[in-house]
């Protein structure tokens, strides 16, 4: 049966263009987009505005938001069929963060975990980012998204969508969907080289388009206990092997586990399977990519695209916020 655009649910992401994505971010959302992308309306965005709060140096803004570009695309989302676009195209975005503002308590925003966190570093900070979840909440209602994809991290941020549109459609009457944030519970913490979450402030990442290189001296570098080949070893608590969870399948897989649980595997072999097994999988995604870096143009015209589809919907809904407010006379 073919599904009417509009009877079609909704879907909003966006990544701030801060730098190479690891495999962290992949599996715990990126992946998630592409498999998700074709059941719903999609919109993924490139949140530069959200990114000026840590990169305030143009030449490296641009060249940020064309990776981010090149990396969406790489993943397999489909510009011919969703929207890619740079938030900073769609002024609307920063117009409804306004309106919001005005809506929402400095208490209320003192609770965020991203701002406490911030304030614990001991830094005084800026009010783009005490302000981060209004653009955010912007970002998502614009579209009347129904679902957003996230890491974990990013919850309390949905949370706040959800008040702040509560909020809104009590003061103004109804304009808003409330969103629901979609976490893919088995990964939400894809473990760092060092068995923390990883996570590029502990640098203990594998980026998402590493060099075999990089692949290897990354695993070379996952500790290990001293226990000889044929020693049995817990695959629940061997690093490597949370590693395995990820990139080793099938008849592999299960080998690999029984050789683990009762003995006849060294974490050498384990290394050399994982390093391999990650490159093979990593190999085809970075190739993508270095053959749609070749073509920056084709990439100007997705951005342009997605940011005409996207202003179409976004000013659409500022219509109806205006109104609703009363600035229209
Ligand atoms: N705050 C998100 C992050 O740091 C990025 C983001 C900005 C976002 N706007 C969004 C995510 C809207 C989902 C929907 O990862």
Known sequence: MLIMAHDQKILLSGVKPTGRPHIG??????K????L???YKSFFMIADYHSLNFIQNAKEMRSLS?????????IGLDPKKHTIFKQSAVSEHTELAWIFDTITTVPYLERAHAFKDAENKGKEVSVGTFNYPML????ILLYDADVVPVGQDQKQHIEITRDT???FNRIFGETFTLPEPLIMEEVKAVPGIDGQKMSKSYKNTIPLF??????KNAVMKIPTDSRGVEEAKDPETDKVFAFHKLFTQ?????DLKDRYENGGIGYKESKEMLIKNIINFVTPLREKRSGLEKDLDFIQDILSEGERAAKKCAEEKMEDVRNKIGVTL
């Open 25 to 30: 971010n992949y599996f715990g959302a990126l």
């Open 32 to 35: 998630q987009f592409v498999d």
């Open 37 to 39: 992308q074709n059941d």
């Open 66 to 74: 064309l990776d981010l570009t090149l990396d969406y695309l790489a």
């Open 136 to 139: 955010m909440a912007a970002d």
């Open 165 to 167: 549109a509560e909020k």
């Open 210 to 215: 590493a060099t075999d290189t990089e692949i």
């Open 250 to 254: 099938g008849q592999q897989f299960g």
